[in-house]
């Protein structure tokens, strides 16, 4: 159903079902590094935090990188998340700014779905990601 949908439809879709029950911003964080680990293993890095033996294993720091972005968020000491966007020119980051953890979001659909639009098997990703 997913794949008769627009691009732009799409993107609220996503932008929706990452934001919709999942309230608590540790939670989201979680939830956002394992479906980009999922879709886009590539481009994703994923720093947990914990004992390595223990079943719990919170994420400490997402990073997605693109060909001309690449997107951070962190988990703070005190349990407060930030999210910052570097700009890439060769892949050097050239322009460093802090964003809401929804703009982060919504950035990190777009350039998923501009992936997608230029490539199959990245398609075929972005369609795991809107499953979940």
Known sequence: MEQDLDP???????AAKLRGDHG?????LDLLA??????????TKVARGGWFMSKQR???ELSVRFDEWQFVIAREKHG???A???KLVKGVSLKTNDISMDECIEQIIKEIMKL???NAQTRE????FVSG
């Open 34 to 43: 394992k479906m980009l680990e999922g879709s886009y293993p590539s481009g």
């Open 125 to 128: 990703a972005l369609n795991r």
């Open 58 to 60: 919170p994420v400490e």
């Open 24 to 28: 608590a911003s540790e939670d989201l």
């Open 84 to 86: 910052r966007s570097m």
């Open 116 to 118: 997608a639009e230029r």
């Open 8 to 14: 732009a439809l799409q993107f609220e879709v996503l």
């Open 80 to 82: 407060t998340i930030s």
